[in-house]
Structures are given as C-alpha cells and as structure tokens.
C-alpha cells in the first residue's frame, strides 16, 4: 500500500451539497497537508494540520484529523462549481524532513 | 501576489536528449524542489535543495538527474539523457521552511518522443 490513499477516487454532487474526500496513510507525520489541482494546472496548498491537532477550519474547509487512525477526512461545504478539481492528501514526516507523499487524489466533480 | 514560475510550459523532445527545466521560487523561499506527475498518476517527489545542496533525493531521482541554482533566482533541473518513460508534468515548489506549505509553479509537461 501506499502512502496517502484517498478515498473516493471520483466523487459526483450537486452544487450547494457538502464534498468529503478521506486520507489514509501508514507511516508516523509530521503533518498532513490538502491540496487542490485543476486539470492540467499546478496544485494550490489549500490546509495544513499538524500531528497534534485533531480539527482545522478555513472558509468553507474542515479538515480532521485522526493520528490513532492514521487518517484524515476534508469537508468542503456548500461546494460550487468552481470547487472542481482534484483534491490530494500529502504527508510530511516518515523519516523525511522535507519530502511531500502525495497519494492518488480524488476527483471531484460539482454540478451546476 | 508572489508565485513560483516555471519554464517552458511544454517540450518536447527526443530520447537522448538533453532537458533542462527552469523555475523562478519566490524570491524569500529558502527551500526548493521538484516532482512530478505521470499523466494520470500520483505525484512523485523528485529532490529537495537547501543552502546550495541536494538535502533529499528520492529513488526516482538517479545519476541522468541534476539541480542547479546557478545564480540567485533560478532552479533548474536538467535531465541529461531523457527516456520516454521520462514523460511527465515536473512542478518546481519553494517554500520558507521545510516540513510546511509548498507553493507549486504551474509546471513543465515534458514529453519524450
């Protein structure tokens, strides 16, 4: 298995619902981070949670934590259409002091 | 607002060839760094630079891999003898510290023939 597995792979909803995207890895981090990436374009840094924090908002994103589980979850409420992209995970830590590991991602469509 | 730029957006090229891939990090980031995206794959770190010196490379990044930062502003990243399997989107990203926020350029799609 990899580090930074999301799930879903592809994830459909209408406009106005709320998106949640899941984050597993397996190594001990330093801290997860979410980013954001249209197609064909760069990744945008969207949060970043720390080991030894359990929730963090910005706007319209919740990210949760959950060290026992080595897991996360992003919620991204009232989507739009804009909010189509993909979302990755990204772990710091494992060893590394500077590597990203980034996992699969998932795509997120939202309907107008 | 200050953005990491990279150069060109897209090349193309033939197996053999010699690649070399700029970025401009913004301009008070300490730390800087490839990866790299094979179409419809995750993205893979590359190498990592710190006060002038690869701090972190990983498996990927073998002998026919090179960084540079030869003046104060430019990164780049030279692939000596490019095979297909070289193919990729490469994103440069800088950041002020090392474990936190990356800033990504908008990255090189890179394509070997």
């Known amino acids: 298995s990899q580090q930074g597995e999301e799930d879903p792979q592809a994830l459909s909803i209408q406009e106005g619902e709320n998106a949640t995207m899941n984050c597993s890895y397996k190594t001990s981090i330093n801290n997860l981070q979410w980013y954001r990436q249209n197609s064909g374009r760069g990744l945008v840094h969207l949060i970043l949670?720390?080991?030894?924090?359990r929730e963090k908002h910005s706007g319209r994103l919740r990210v949760t934590l959950d060290t026992s589980k080595k897991s996360s979850s992003l919620l991204i409420t009232a989507s739009r259409a804009a909010d189509t992209a993909s979302y990755f995970c990204?772990?710091?830590?494992?060893?590394?002091?500077?590597?990203?590991?980034f996992g699969k991602g998932t795509l997120l469509t939202v309907n107008p | 607002e200050p953005e990491v730029t990279q150069t060109p957006s897209h090349q193309v090229t033939q197996m053999g060839q010699e690649v070399i891939l700029r970025c401009v990090p913004i301009s008070n980031h300490l730390y800087f760094y490839w990866y790299r995206q094979i179409l419809g794959q995750k993205v893979e770190f590359l190498v990592s630079?710190?006060?002038?010196?690869?701090?972190?490379k990983s498996e990927i990044f073998d002998d026919q891999f090179s960084v540079e930062r030869p003046d104060g502003s430019n990164f780049t990243l030279k692939i000596r003898s490019t095979k297909l399997e070289d193919s990729a989107m490469y994103f440069c990203a800088s950041n002020g510290q090392g474990p936190g926020e990356l800033f990504f350029g908008e990255g090189s799609r890179l394509t070997v023939l």
């Open positions: 949670i720390r080991s030894n924090e």
């Open positions: 630079f710190y006060n002038n010196e690869i701090s972190e």
């Open positions: 990204a772990t710091a830590g494992g060893g590394s002091n500077y590597k990203l590991t």
